[in-house]
Each structure stands twice: as structure tokens, then as C-alpha cells.
């Protein structure tokens, strides 16, 4: 059945001698590029938690990750859609989407049953809006940019309409209690993030489907043409993309208790920043599940830092803006990434 | 080399043959004790070496000797790690394409740098825009670049549309239009990767024309190649590299070819024949299409069938249709009407994955847009197709088999890499073909297996390990279809071939018949080919 036995008949292929000596201790320039980035965290983080200790607290650093869970989904959601060399717009009208049918679904109910049933709503939203996302870039063969602009508006519109424009405020214990809540102490979205992280970071690295994933986005014709079922691969992205930013609403209608369509307008900022700092390339199949969780930090960081040493909000958008393009200029320069 | 291959032999110990007279021209390009590292390994050591005036180097050696590094240095695309290049007598001091263009370097690269998207003469006049009463910024001379163009096609002998967009050319008429590019620059030195390996027989006479009125004109030229008879008809020198040092510099009148075979390979290549198989001519019908036609009129109407065991050519000129042909048989390319046959079962397959399902296999011919993810690493690229076979029941990827079995059919092809984690884009071009086709001998072998130019890139030693397996897969039970722009290879390779003209096969010549001439002049039309032995 297979053909291993076919061997040349002399000789094998030579191969250039691998790095050997003191060579091997230095880091090589990929594993600089990423320390580099972090390097530049400490400089920040340092001087900053000796001004004003309170910053490395442990409530303090739970707090961050508290911050940052929403953007943390939503954000690996858009890396698997950037591996494929996509992008999707829509993430922060999703959450919106979902925040406002989970809290509708919840409103004059107290069991557990319809917590759940709404939870399972609002990712199902967002899944809904993934998989339309999914069948026009897949099968219609529309550019995921055009698609999920379109999406980004239309979700909002419904999100709007089914709402009435109200806030829906939400007053189930069981459900504020999801971001509320602890397990083991750990609140319990930091649970679910790293849930989340493992489960995809495991499957991105570990399975068939992630291959897929980094093959697509790394050259589409040459995947099409060794036979992957590329149209699936690529709807499969969006529909998880769509699916964690229901799940990321659902969070986010718990933690502020309403749900308002505009809950996460301008998120799909950070979803985009967040992978592209972490190394994950636009240009697709380049880039680990890591990055993303770093750039998630850093910004969720960043924006602690500067709340506690009262920044004016005005100046958080400049200063964060200035920090994207900064970090990942720095990457871009270490790495010697070349246009060409 | 028509029947006969070199087999490995003997190791001999390296051996540097030094004739430095460069005959009474002047020296246009040279560098001295070049350095180039990728990491931590040396890929150029010590490279000291000079291309005169109006004559043609020819730089030789295996896959991954350094070849393409060493062209790319001279024209800015790579920055040396030592030593210095100079031009016309001048050191190079800022390695950049502009500088090297410059000074008058142009380099056609292995893999082909054209934009799809715009047409051939934009292509052609990329950077060099003709405008309006010369003035740079104004309003850009279609007209005249569009007749510009015409004549440069004209002149090769190239019957397209100077508005055809890149896209749509086959792989052999771009990398003519990539030529006729550089050559539109006049350069005073000229870079050629590789130059022929893309193209026909006819072509690649064209090629060798315009390269003599160059080398009249003045023009210093230095290429690579893989076909060893190519070396006398255009080279002047010869330089042979490897493992990134030079071992032998010499004239080519006074260089026999075996020395240079040995000096890339670094032992005696003996020549061997290729035991082929007799078919059996009773074994079951593989393959068959039935009056198949694509969209676009490329195909019309091929009937061809192919038994267990047996290996069928492929011959004809570009746009004949194989290319065509194969890509609508394996799902890739547009059909329009008749059947392909896979076992006596009708299969309607129509896109790769339900192809490969059916047990057919297909090796692209631009592995660079078709073939391979350059930014992944090797392994990933070696299992993609048959990553089914590595994977447990939910999905998950058995990374030991895979790494165990693709390190095996990768050695079977004697490829070259530094490790199975390096991006396949790191490879050398011949060494990049060697892992698209060893995605075919990692798992289950298929039933029809169809090569398209299988053997683009490869050094003489590697093809010689080609062919056998290719041998060995038929002799196993495995339909294969050959398409190559090489007689010689499909000769030596084939029990048949079928010779493609304007989309139909014009007649199978069996192994008994086999003759170049015959081959050629059913390829090119009979009346043409009165023509042709005229010229
Ligand atoms: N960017 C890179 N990073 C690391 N290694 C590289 C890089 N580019 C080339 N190499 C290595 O340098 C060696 C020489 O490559 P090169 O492309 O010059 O070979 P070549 O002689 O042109 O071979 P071929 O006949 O296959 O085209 C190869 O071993 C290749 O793996
Ligand atoms: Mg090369």
C-alpha cells in the first residue's frame, strides 16, 4: 500500500549541517521578534505598577482579564477568519445582536432553564450571522470585507429593530451571575476565555481542520487543487467567528446588565488589533492562536493603565491607535519582514 | 541523453578546475570570494568568479548548490553576507533591485514575477511606461506600447494578444512574456534562472536565437539550467556550484560534459538504461476519457485510455491542449462535454477532492500557484494531500507517522532541506518540485496518477530517481499520464505517446515507433514542419 521502499540507489540526500555550538543557546530571530514585543510590555508595565502598586495586584490583574474576556473571543474568532486570509467587520454588531436576544429572551424570567435557553440564543445569533457571512465569502464567492461590512450594518439594524432601539435591562441573578460568578475563584469568564483558548489553540494546531485552516490561507489555489474542501474550511470559520461573538455579547449583556444593540460597536477594532500585534498576518496563513492572547492582554493592559492613571478618555483612543501601529511596527522591523 | 541516464557511481573527492582566461573581451560582471548565509548555514562560500562581455556563463549544479542565491545577489534581490560584487569594474555597494537595474542588470527569476492581473503589455512595459511626448508624468502611450509589444511577440514568434491578461497564458507563454520583458530593457547584463525549464522545445529555440543576437549585441548573460545539452548551445563558460563553493570554472568547448556532471554531483555519473516494464497490454482499463471538451475550446475532443500498469506520454506544443486536458480530467479546469472513465465507473467528479477520492492524483505544473503554501513548512506541505491517512477518527493529526513518512518519500526523491520544519519557500526551486511530488509517494498510491512537467527544475542526478519511480509506481498497477515538453524524457519514460495538436491527439506512437522527428513534426503539423526544417 505504500511506497516507502522506493529508495534512490545510492546515496541519500545530503543535508546542510544544522546548527550546532553556541549558535544554538542565542535566540533565533523569530523568538527575539516575540520577546521584543514583550520586552517593550515591560518597560510599560514596570515603572507603572512601581508608581502605583495597586497595578499589579492580583484583583488588579483579574480585573484586566476581566476587561479584556469580551474582546479576548471575539478576537480569536477574527484570527481563525484572518488565517484564511478574510477579515470579518461584523464581530462588534454581533455582540450587540446577541446581547439584545439574550436579554429579551431573559426579560419577566427567573429559571435556569431560560438562562441557558438564552445564553444558547445569543451564540446562535451570532452563529446565524456567521453562517450568512460564511455562505457569500464560500459559496458566493463575495470578498469577506464587502460581505461583513454588509453584516456589520445589517446586524445592528436588526439588533435595533428587535429591541425597539430600548434598552433591555436585565435583572435574572443567574444570568448577571456569568460574568459575575467565580469557579474555583476564578471569575467565570476567564474560565470560559481560557476554555475557549485551549479548545481552539488545541484543534488550530493539533487536527486535520487546522492544517486546513493555515493551507487555505496560505495559498487557496494550491489548497483547492490538493483536494481540501475549501469552501467548508472557509464557511467553518466564520460560523465560529460569529459564534464566539454571540457568546462574547452574552458576557457583555451580564457584565453591564442591559442589552443595547450599540454594546459593542467599534469592538471589531480590537479584534483585528489584537491578532495583527500578535503576528498573525493579514495576508493569512501565518500566525499562532498565542499572538492573538498576547495583543488581547496588552491592549486589555494598556487600557487599565491608562484608566488608572486617569487618562482622559479622549486621549485612551489616540494613545491606543499610536500603540497598534507602534507594536506592530516594531514586529515588522525585527522580524526584517520584507514587502517582497 | 535520448535512452541513456546517469546513475551515481563513485565519490570522487572535489575537484576545482581553474581556467581563467576570459578570451580578450572585457569583464562586465564578477565578484569576489562572495559569502551568503540564510541563518546559520552557509549557502555561498568563497565565490569568486567573472562573466565577460558578449559572451554566456553558464552556472551549474545540483538543487539547492546556490544557483538562484547567487543570481539573485547580482541583481539586488539578496545582500551578500561577504565579500563583493562588482559591475563593469565598480563595487556594488547598495544591493537593491533599482541599483542592479541601474547598472544595467536584469534577471528573469525562477519562479516568475509578473503581475496576473494586468495584461502582457502592461507587464512588459512595467516601470518603463511610454508616455505621451516623453514626459514622464503624463498620459501613458497605450498605442505605442501596445505595437511595442506586438513586435516583441512578433519577433519570438509568440502568437498572442499583447492585451491578453497574464492569467490567462499558460505557464510556458508567461514565461516567454517574462523574458521578452527583460529583453525589451536592453540590458547590459543579463540574469536567466532557469530560463527554459518552462518552456517548449520550439520556445526555447526562439530563447537561444535572441540570446546570440544579444551576445553579438554585446550583452553578458549568465543562466541556469538543468538540461545539460543546453550548455553547448549557448554557453561560452561554465561555472559549476556545490554546496555553495565553486568546483570548476572553465570554457565550455574545453570542458567535456561528464566533468561537469561530476563536478556538480561530486562523483562519477556512469550512464545506465532505464529498465522499463513491458506492459501488459490485457490489464484492465484504468483510465479513459471519452470525447472530452472543455469550455473555451483548449480541448476538442480527447479519447484516450490508459491500463494498469502502463505509462502514456504526452507530447505536443504549448497550447496544445495537455495542460488543458489534464486539469479538466482532474477537476480544475472548465468542462464542457464528454466522460472520464475511472475503473468502467463514469465519474463526474469535477473538482480535486472528489478526484483524489476516486483515486486520481494530479502534480501541477507551476507548483508556485497551484502546488505548494509556500509560508508553510515542509511536512505540512508533504502530507496536505493524504492528511486523511495521519489522522485519528476525530481529526487529530498523528504528527510522528506524518513526519516519519514524509521524511521517507522526501529522501526517495533526494530532496534537500535544513529541517521538516523550514517554510517550503526556503527551498530551492528543483527542491520545492521534489516535495510536490513526494505528496504521491507518502500513503495509499492512486490509481491514475497524471505529471505535468513532473520533472521542471530537477538536477540530472534526482531525474534519473524519478523516472525509476515513476517506473516502479506503473510497474505496481498505477495508470500514469506523462505530460512533458522533453521528447527525450517521454521517450525514455513511456510505452506510448500521444502526440497533441490544437486540442486533439494527433496520433499514439508506440514504443517501437518512437522517433524525435516523427514526434515533432505530427506536434507541429506537417506543413509547418516543412517550414521549420527550412529556417
Ligand atoms: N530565504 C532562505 N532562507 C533559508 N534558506 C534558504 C533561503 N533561500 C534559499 N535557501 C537555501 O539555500 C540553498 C540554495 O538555494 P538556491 O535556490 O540558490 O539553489 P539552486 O541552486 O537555485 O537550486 P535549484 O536548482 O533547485 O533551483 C538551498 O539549500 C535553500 O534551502
Ligand atoms: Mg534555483
Not at chain 1, 444570568?175 to 475563584?185: A, C, D, T
Amino acid at each position: 500500500m505504500t511506497n516507502l521502499d522506493i529508495q534512490p540507489n545510492a546515496g541519500s540526500a545530503t543535508l546542510a549541517p544544522r546548527r550546532l555550538g553556541i549558535g544554538r543557546l542565542l535566540p533565533d530571530r523569530r523568538r527575539l521578534a516575540g520577546m521584543i514585543l514583550w520586552i517593550a510590555f515591560a518597560f510599560y508595565v514596570i515603572p507603572l505598577s512601581i508608581a502605583e502598586p495597586n497595578f499589579i495586584s492580583l484583583s488588579n490583574i483579574l480585573s484586566i482579564l476581566l476587561l479584556t474576556s469580551v474582546y479576548a473571543l471575539i478576537a480569536f474568532g477574527e484570527s481563525l477568519v484572518i488565517l484564511t486570509a478574510g477579515i470579518d467587520l461584523s464581530v462588534g454588531s454581533i455582540v450587540g445582536l446577541s446581547g439584545v436576544v439574550a436579554a429579551l429572551l431573559i426579560d419577566g424570567h427567573s429559571s435556569a432553564g431560560w438562562v441557558l435557553l438564552s445564553v444558547f440564543a445569543g451564540i446562535a445569533a451570532g452563529a446565524a450571522v456567521g453562517l450568512f457571512n460564511g455562505v457569500l465569502v464560500a459559496y458566493v464567492n463575495l470578498p469577506s470585507f464587502v460581505t461583513t461590512l454588509g453584516t456589520l450594518s445589517m446586524a445592528l439594524g436588526v439588533a435595533y429593530v428587535i429591541s425597539s432601539g430600548r434598552q433591555i435591562s436585565i435583572d435574572n441573578n443567574t444570568f448577571l451571575n456569568i460574568s459575575g460568578g467565580r469557579i474555583f475563584e476564578i471569575p467565570t469568564p476567564i474560565v470560559i476565555i481560557f476554555c475557549a483558548f485551549a479548545v481552539l489553540w488545541g484543534y488550530l494546531t493539533y487536527s486535520r481542520w487546522g492544517r486546513f485552516v493555515y493551507a487555505v490561507g496560505g495559498n487557496l489555489r494550491a489548497a483547492y487543487v490538493a483536494g481540501l474542501p475549501v469552501r467548508k474550511i472557509l464557511l467553518s470559520v466564520y460560523v465560529i467567528s460569529g459564534a464566539l461573538a454571540g457568546l462574547a455579547g452574552v458576557i457583555l449583556s451580564s457584565e453591564v446588565t442591559v442589552g443595547v444593540a450599540s454594546n459593542g460597536s467599534g469592538y471589531e477594532l480590537v479584534a483585528i488589533a489584537a491578532p495583527v500585534i500578535g503576528g498573525i498576518s493579514l495576508a493569512g496563513g501565518r500566525g499562532s492562536l498565542f499572538g492573538t492572547l498576547f495583543g488581547v492582554v496588552l491592549l486589555g493592559t494598556i487600557d487599565n493603565g491608562m484608566t488608572i492613571l486617569n487618562v482622559s478618555p479622549f486621549y485612551q483612543h489616540i494613545i491606543r491607535g499610536a500603540i497598534i501601529v507602534v507594536a506592530v511596527s516594531i514586529d515588522i522591523l525585527v522580524n526584517k519582514r520584507r514587502l517582497v | 541523453m535520448v535512452g541513456q541516464v546517469m546513475a551515481p557511481a563513485l565519490v570522487q573527492p572535489e575537484h576545482v578546475v581553474d581556467v581563467t582566461e576570459s578570451g580578450s573581451q572585457p569583464i562586465s560582471l564578477n565578484c569576489a570570494k562572495l559569502g551568503k548565509r540564510f541563518g546559520h548555514t552557509d549557502v555561498l562560500t568563497n565565490v569568486t568568479l567573472s562573466a565577460a562581455k558578449g559572451r554566456a556563463l553558464a552556472l551549474m549544479g545540483e538543487n539547492g548548490a546556490g544557483k538562484s542565491t547567487l543570481l539573485g545577489i547580482f541583481a539586488g534581490l539578496l545582500t551578500p553576507s561577504s565579500g563583493g560584487v562588482f559591475v563593469h569594474g565598480e563595487a556594488v555597494e547598495n544591493f537593491t533591485p533599482t541599483e542592479a537595474q541601474r547598472r544595467g542588470v536584469q534577471i528573469v527569476t525562477q519562479e516568475l514575477s509578473l503581475v496576473p492581473a494586468l495584461t502582457v503589455w502592461e507587464n512588459i512595459h512595467l516601470g518603463r511606461e511610454l508616455c505621451l511626448g516623453g514626459w514622464e508624468h503624463g498620459v501613458l502611450d497605450r498605442r505605442h506600447m501596445r505595437k511595442r509589444t506586438a513586435e516583441l511577440l512578433d519577433s519570438f514568434g509568440l502568437n498572442i494578444s499583447p492585451d491578453t491578461r497574464i492569467d490567462d497564458l499558460s505557464l510556458s507563454h508567461a514565461q516567454v512574456v517574462e523574458i521578452l520583458k527583460v529583453y525589451n530593457r536592453k540590458p547590459a547584463i543579463l540574469l536567466l534562472d532557469e530560463p527554459t525549464s518552462a518552456l517548449t522545445e520550439g520556445e526555447t529555440r526562439s530563447l537561444f536565437k535572441l540570446i546570440h543576437q544579444m551576445k553579438s549585441a554585446g550583452t553578458s548573460i549568465v543562466f541556469t539550467t538543468h538540461k545539460m545539452n543546453e550548455i553547448g548551445q549557448i554557453g561560452d563558460d561554465v561555472v559549476v556550484l556545490r554546496d555553495g563553493r565553486i568546483t570548476l570554472n572553465g570554457q565550455v568547448d574545453k570542458t567535456p560534459t561528464d566533468e561537469i556532471v561530476s563536478a556538480m554531483v561530486g562523483r562519477e555519473l556512469s550512464t545506465i538504461d532505464l529498465q522499463l516494464h513491458q506492459p501488459n497490454y490485457d490489464a484492465r482499463i484504468v483510465f479513459e476519457s471519452r470525447n472530452l471538451i472543455t469550455t473555451k475550446d483548449k480541448v476538442e475532443g480527447v479519447s484516450l485510455t490508459c491500463r494498469a500498469g502502463e505509462i502514456l506520454g504526452l507530447a505536443g506544443i504549448a497550447g496544445a491542449g495537455r495542460t488543458a486536458f489534464m486539469e479538466c480530467v482532474f477537476g480544475i479546469g472548465g468542462h464542457f462535454g464528454g466522460d472520464v472513465v475511472i475503473n468502467g465507473r463514469t465519474y463526474s467528479g469535477r473538482r480535486p477532492g472528489r478526484s483524489i477520492a476516486a483515486g486520481v492524483a494530479y502534480v501541477p505544473q507551476d507548483r508556485k500557484s497551484a502546488g505548494l503554501v509556500l509560508a508553510q513548512d515542509v511536512v505540512t506541505n508533504t502530507s496536505l494531500t493524504q492528511l486523511n491517512a495521519f489522522c485519528t477518527p476525530l481529526g487529530i493529526v498523528r504528527r510522528g507517522v506524518e513526519r516519519e513518512r514524509s521524511e521517507k518519500s522526501l529522501t526517495a526523491l533526494r530532496t534537500r532541506y535544513h529541517d521538516l520544519g523550514q517554510e517550503v519557500g526556503e527551498l530551492s526551486g528543483g527542491n520545492q518540485q521534489k516535495v510536490l511530488l513526494s505528496r504521491w509517494l507518502i500513503s495509499d498510491q492512486p490509481e491514475v496518477l497524471l505529471l505535468n512537467e513532473p520533472t521542471r527544475g530537477i538536477d540530472v542526478g534526482a531525474k534519473v530517481d524519478i523516472y525509476r519511480i515513476i517506473a516502479t509506481l506503473a510497474e505496481r498497477g498505477v495508470a500514469v499520464i506523462v505530460s512533458s515538453s522533453e521528447l527525450p524524457e517521454l521517450m525514455l519514460l513511456c510505452h506510448a505517446v500521444a502526440v497533441f495538436r490544437n486540442g486533439v491527439p494527433q496520433r499514439i506512437f508506440s514504443r517501437g515507433e518512437f522517433s524525435e522527428e516523427d514526434i515533432i513534426r505530427v506536434a507541429i503539423g506537417e506543413g509547418a514542419a516543412a517550414d521549420a526544417s527550412e529556417a
